[in-house]
């Protein structure tokens, strides 16, 4: 994943960007780097209280999720959901994959892997991102740290970024 998300920073850094790119990501009107905790909190559905004030659930492809946002100040800098608790993340997965097809058009990237569980038996995974012009980029996971569970992640560009040269500057840092 990371991979993926520094290769999407440095592709859309290049003068040109690719036709695979939407305009803006946003799911259910949340928007990365734009969308308040008010926002966040407007935009959920009522359930027990999670004991964290980030985590919400959230129905999303008529699916209900939850999900944790971070915040930077007011503004949604990661929206994280966790797929596969009621419902197969694999049908979850195929049927958001559809519907961002149709919001957003074609992903920049579509990857699918071979995964192993501790028994050595194998899966396929995979891995689709979107992003936009701003750079903000949503990440779709079939598999995620669990056989049974997927995920779905909307990044700032900002906090993209601010990964990035966090990474930088520890790599300069290393000492051999």
């Not at 100040?73 to 197969?88: A, V």
């Not at 669990?146 to 560009?157: E, P, Y």
């Amino acid at each position: 994943m990371k991979r993926m998300i520094v290769a999407a920073i440095v592709f859309l850094s290049a003068p040109e960007i690719a036709q695979n790119v939407t305009n803006q990501i946003d799911i259910i009107g949340l928007i990365p780097g734009v969308s308040s905790v008010a926002q966040f909190k407007a935009a959920s559905i009522p359930t027990p209280d999670y004991g964290d004030s980030s985590i919400e659930a959230f129905e999303i492809g008529g699916f209900r999720v939850v999900c944790k946002g971070e915040f930077e100040g007011d503004k949604m800098q990661k929206f994280s959901c966790t797929t596969g608790y009621r419902e197969s993340n694999i049908d979850i997965h195929n049927v958001l994959k559809r519907g961002f097809q149709e919001k957003f058009g074609s992903p920049f990237s579509d990857t699918n892997s071979l995964v192993r569980n501790g028994r050595g038996t194998e899966y396929n995974a995979n891995d689709v991102m979107w992003m936009d012009k701003l750079g903000n980029v949503l990440l779709l996971k079939s598999i995620d740290d669990k056989i049974d569970k997927g995920s779905f992640t909307l990044f700032s560009s900002s906090l993209l970024k601010k990964n990035q040269e966090f990474n930088a500057q520890q790599d300069r840092a290393r000492k051999f």
